[in-house]
């Protein structure tokens, strides 16, 4: 079946450092792929996408490009802020079936 | 605002005791979806509904149920027969069924304790 793995956390890194979280994942023919931020006593917010190979999904700063031959949607940012400090989730849909599979998700901790 | 709601944010129930936690969107959405979040687990499935009057169990159902007799409404019950309770539950709802491409727009989640 469809499974997504991440990096575990937490992930700690002072302001202004350059961001990466591992994101891989096992699907049947081509998936969507997501990351979804959790922000303390908070619901999850998406924070891209990307629906086919090569795209690249980008939003507030974040990048992560959908590489099918590697099977990885990496997560990335040139330079934190204490702000984006939360829990990040990578996650994937199956063609024609709105159900997603999440990843574990990676603690992010951004110290000024 | 356009959004999900979810009440209450934090429930406290003692053991052998039901329990409905509330979920409403005004999106206009088609799909909604219960997820239940445990620490250090990604989220899990609990029930999903298409259409209204319609709902299909996910990965755990096991002592929970649902109903969808309304498009903006999806409750959840904790039945007593859930053994573990505990957890942080989350409802989503996404414009339409079918497409993978319709993101999933969360609530801010229930907390729910048992005592």
């Known amino acids: 079946g469809n499974s997504v793995t991440q990096m575990e956390g937490p992930v700690t890194l002072s302001e202004e450092a350059f961001l990466t979280i591992n994101c891989t994942y096992t699907a049947t023919g081509y998936p969507s792929l997501f990351w979804y931020v959790q922000y303390p006593g908070e619901g999850l917010q998406l924070l891209l996408k990307?629906?086919?190979?090569?795209d690249k999904g980008s939003n507030k700063g974040f990048e992560a490009t959908y590489r099918k031959e590697t099977t990885s949607f990496h997560l990335e940012k040139g330079s934190v802020q204490v702000s984006d400090s939360a829990v990040y989730f990578c996650a994937l849909s199956g063609r024609g079936f709105q159900k997603l599979v999440f990843g574990t998700g990676t603690r992010l901790l951004v110290s000024p | 605002d356009g959004g999900i709601t979810q009440s209450p944010k934090y429930l406290f129930r003692k053991e052998g005791q039901n329990v409905t936690l509330s979920c409403e969107q005004n999106?206009?959405?088609?799909?909604m979806y219960w997820y239940r979040q445990d620490p250090g687990q990604g989220l899990r499935l609990i029930y999903y509904?298409?259409?209204?009057?319609?709902?299909q169990k996910g990965d755990i159902a096991e002592g929970y149920s649902v109903s969808r007799e309304k498009k903006e409404s999806f409750p959840l019950t904790v039945t007593s027969a859930q053994k573990n309770p505990t957890a942080f539950y989350l409802c989503?709802?996404?414009?339409?069924?079918?497409?993978?491409?319709?993101?999933?727009?969360f609530g801010p989640g229930t907390r729910l304790t048992v005592l």
């Open positions: 999106l206009n959405h088609d799909a």
């Open positions: 990307a629906t086919k190979a090569d």
């Open positions: 989503a709802s996404s414009r339409e069924w079918g497409s993978s491409y319709n993101e999933q727009f």
């Open positions: 509904s298409q259409i209204v009057n319609d709902f």
